[in-house]
């Protein structure tokens, strides 16, 4: 989870525009940084905004684990994980 400070130099237009811009701009340079990683792994480039707004992957993320959970690939599986997302 890379965590973005919205008044940084590097990030204050991005959050100038829209809620959330900053945490998708660092999401972006975090593809970038780790680009060289294997297809047999799972990426999700999380960042989260100092003043709130996460960038769209963390949802991806909980939506792929309760699917993956709903599948069975998990042996636990605590009861608040994948309460409101669909399947």
């Known amino acids: 989870m890379t965590v973005v400070c919205t008044c940084a130099d590097s990030y ?4 100038a525009r829209e809620a959330g811009d900053a945490a998708e701009l660092a999401a972006i340079r975090k593809i970038a940084k780790y680009s060289h990683l294997s297809d ?3 990426f999700y480039p999380d960042a989260v905004e100092t003043l709130g707004p996460f960038n769209e992957t963390p949802y991806e993320l909980v ?21 409101g997302v669909t399947l």
């Open 40 to 42: 047999k792994y799972t």
């Open 63 to 83: 939506g792929d684990l309760c699917r993956r959970i709903a599948r069975r690939e998990f042996f636990f599986v605590p009861a608040f994980v994948c309460g």
């Open 12 to 15: 204050v237009e991005a959050s």
